[in-house]
């Protein structure tokens, strides 16, 4: 079984500029997170959807950053202007239900951005 | 502010010592979960407990939810270099917020 892919792995931009990462999750999970994880720290949910509508984004800055889940599949994150503290692996992860707590979220290996 | 903290923050123990990480809260959790995340790669999940009370097993690792539902340790006997990684403890609170810990960064010396 294929897991979470995302790409690119790495990315390196200037201050003001935008970028976009992409995430495909595990076929038939209904479930898709983003998470952002400063080096060092614990990941930090961005944004979750349930097939293409948003449960929640409540953490996610919403001034800079975007997403959407066309079809219910894939997905994009934008980052437009990107700021410096905006340096992180962006993960992706999926599951098979809405039960974040309890159910199984797999991830995939993340986007290294630098923004310079 | 939620906060789920760990500890310690780094541990470097040699190969056959035990070791306990600790993740701690005042807030009270439906579910905890334990990942592992090896550099360059996505956590994984270890295990979930959803009973206050409630020890789980797990080879050589035994995780244990507090009675209270706050906190939560993870105990790894006879450490092995493979065990080497980052620890991340994540729950779900009685408010339907979820969110992972601070993260124990764990080297086992061979």
């Known amino acids: 079984e294929a897991g979470v892919a995302q790409s690119p792995r790495y990315k390196i931009i200037e201050k003001r500029q935008s970028v976009a990462f992409w995430c495909n999750p595990i076929?038939?999970?209904?479930?898709l997170y983003w998470y952002q994880q400063i080096l060092g720290q614990g990941p930090k949910l961005l944004i979750q959807?349930?097939?293409?509508?948003?449960?929640?984004d409540s953490q996610l800055p919403k001034d800079r950053f975007s997403a959407e889940r066309l079809k219910g599949v894939d997905s994009t994150l934008k980052i437009q202007p990107a700021k410096l503290e905006d340096s992180a692996v962006y993960l992706c992860?999926?599951?098979?239900?809405?039960?974040?707590?309890?159910?199984?979220?797999?991830f995939g290996p993340g986007t290294r951005l630098t923004v310079l | 502010t939620q906060l789920l903290e760990q500890s310690p923050q780094f541990l470097s123990i040699q190969e056959g010592e035990n070791l306990t990480v600790y993740c701690n809260s005042s807030?009270?959790?439906?579910?905890l979960q334990w990942y592992r995340q090896e550099p360059g790669e996505g956590p994984v999940l270890l295990v979930t407990?959803?009973?206050?009370?409630e020890v789980k097993k797990l080879k050589r690792l035994t995780f244990q939810f507090g009675d209270a539902r706050k906190d939560s340790s993870l105990h790894i006997t006879a450490a092995q270099t493979g065990d080497t990684g980052l620890y991340l403890c994540?729950?779900?609170?009685?408010?339907?917020?979820?969110?992972f810990g601070t993260g124990t960064s764990l080297t086992v010396i061979p």
């Open positions: 807030s009270v959790f439906s579910s």
């Open positions: 407990v959803v009973t206050g009370g």
């Open positions: 076929s038939g999970h209904a479930t």
């Open positions: 992860a999926s599951s098979l239900s809405l039960g974040r707590g309890a159910d199984t979220q797999y």
């Open positions: 959807f349930q097939n293409n509508g948003v449960v929640d």
């Open positions: 994540a729950g779900e609170d009685t408010g339907n917020q979820f969110y």
